[in-house]
């Protein structure tokens, strides 16, 4: 699989949720925004259906969860919940303070080993649970044995099942609510899962996971885990555990808002509804193409790939001051606790088949506080198929520039180099300055086509940002394996870019909570 491919899958991936993705551009991406924040504070750190098989838990053990919500004063519930750790972000903890946890004594054991669920919150958006892995004598075994754990970018270690193990939530009707994706990790495996985060502390972890729109209306929802395999031990730990979603269903409000906008490219975008839960705040937008829209893409075919475009709306929520309290842009000045929590992306299969339903989900907004929905502009992923070729030895003498809807990409030197196995590698030196990412292809004067090692953060380095712009400026040693000698001749293909394509700020109020 060549960068050209990570690249596309990796932005559709961050907006859609059900694409395969491999690790190497989908990292680098992820991470971009985070990379800024802790250059300019080192103390920042920062999904096709499951098979039906999965569904099929023979030999379950249903245990039920308490029903009564559990509530306390704060420091009582520090105690109490696993959820109130000030490293979960603060829909969490609140959420938990106000008494939506439901504490459970789920348990199954084989072969001497227990998998024990301690606590579970959920509201309409999102499912965690605390569990732990106990001996035969009680003692502790590390949580995150389930997991292969590959470190993805700077401090950032995602962890995938093995084997046939599986985690999800299901509704009443036995349909499958959990979000899924589907990872390439470090070692070359294919890994669909469910979990969108595991969170270790001590000798528990949690696991979250992202709920479809199916969940909203679910009275009980149903958490589900077929573990096959434990260590170096083999065996079959499954439970089925009903959560109860009553408390948390009647604390959602829903708030229609119904306001539409047409870009001039011709996509109507239409505020549906903001959404407040227990733990977080949603905005509900539904994208289409009016007819003159898509007269009108016919002569873009960089917009495409294949017979599929890959765009998203983007947008700012300010407050009643003019301050941004949430954004859906990768802007390297916003505060992790501004950006989405979750993005869910919904296509209907219906006639309409270019009618598309986003859901950010957001950190919850004040339910005293008045907010503007302000219209941004939309990302799109285009195609350009754009080449240049050049002599090495001219490259020695000035560099050389490929320009794309003012995006640059800028070639200074290649030179022989090592890698970190110490096996010889070209070392390209590359200088970005884009929305957010240029993805090229490199060749030679035999047509060869060389690959890119892309997952190497040692080598990369973000030199500034432009937050007039939302322009970074990203200098890196791209590492070119297999080349073992300097070719005559290169020719540079830039096979992707993601482009913002603004629009005329267009604002929508939106409603207040009490109203």
Do not use: C
């Not at 030196?429 to 993805?439: F, K």
Request: aromatic share 10%; charged share 25%; hydrophobic share 35%.
């Amino acid at each position: 699989m060549n960068s050209h491919d990570d690249l596309v899958k990796q932005k559709i991936e961050s907006s859609i949720n059900h694409i395969p993705v491999p690790e190497s551009i989908f990292a680098f991406a992820k991470e971009l925004p985070f990379q800024m924040e802790k250059q300019q504070n080192p103390k920042l750190i920062r999904k096709p259906k499951w098979r039906k098989w999965l569904a099929a838990a023979a030999a379950s053990i249903f245990i039920g969860i308490s029903t009564g919500a559990y509530i306390s004063p704060t420091f009582a519930a520090y105690i109490k919940s696993f959820f109130i750790r000030p490293e979960l972000d603060e829909g969490l903890q609140t959420a938990a303070k106000e008494g939506f946890s439901q504490k459970t004594e789920a348990a199954v054991t084989d072969h001497g080993i227990t998998f024990r669920i301690k606590e579970v919150m959920a509201d309409t958006n999102r499912l965690i649970f605390t569990y732990s892995l106990e001996d035969k004598n009680g003692k502790s075994i590390d949580p995150t044995i389930l997991f292969e754990k590959n470190q993805w970018g700077p401090e950032r270690t995602m962890y995938f099942v093995k084997g046939l193990d599986a985690f999800y939530i299901t509704n009443e009707k036995g349909e499958i609510v959990s979000t899924y994706t589907t990872y390439q990790t470090k070692t070359g495996r294919m890994v669909s899962q469910s979990i969108d985060q595991v969170f270790p502390h001590g000798h528990y972890a949690d696991l979250m996971f992202a709920l479809k729109d199916k969940a909203r209306e679910a009275k009980r929802l149903f958490i589900y885990i077929d573990i096959h395999q434990i260590g170096a031990v083999e065996g079959q730990w499954k439970l089925k555990i009903p959560v109860n979603m009553n408390k948390s269903m009647a604390a959602t409000k829903t708030i229609p808002v119904d306001k539409t906008y047409v870009t001039k490219d011709g996509l109507q975008v239409t505020v549906k509804n903001l959404v407040h839960s227990p733990t977080l705040t949603s905005i509900d937008i539904e994208t289409s193409w009016t007819e003159e829209g898509k007269e009108r893409l016919k002569s873009h075919p960089e917009y495409w790939l294949g017979s599929q475009m890959f765009y998203q709306p983007l947008f700012d929520i300010v407050d009643g001051n003019g301050n941004i309290i949430a954004t859906s842009l990768p802007r390297g000045d916003i505060k992790k606790s501004k950006r989405p929590v979750f993005v869910e992306e919904k296509a209907p299969s219906s006639q309409r088949s270019d009618i598309i339903r986003w859901r950010y989900s957001f950190l919850p907004f004040s339910p005293n506080g008045t907010y503007t929905f302000v219209f941004r502009g939309v990302e799109r992923t285009e195609f350009p198929n754009q080449s240049l070729t050049f002599s090495v030895d001219e490259l020695k003498k000035q560099p050389v520039f490929l320009r794309y809807k003012g995006n640059t990409l800028t070639i200074h030197q290649l030179r022989l180099g090592a890698n970190k196995e110490n096996e010889p590698v070209g070392i390209l030196e590359v200088e970005t300055n884009a929305y957010l990412a240029m993805d090229f292809q490199l060749s030679d004067e035999t047509q060869h086509v060389y690959a890119i090692n892309t997952e190497d953060f040692r080598r990369t380095a973000i030199i500034s940002y432009d937050e007039k712009k939302m322009m970074y400026k990203i200098k890196s040693d791209a590492e070119i394996e297999g080349m073992d000698k300097i070719p005559k001749q290169l020719t540079i293909t830039l096979k992707s870019v993601i482009v913002f394509d603004p629009s005329e700020n267009w604002h929508v109020s939106l409603p207040v909570r009490n109203e």
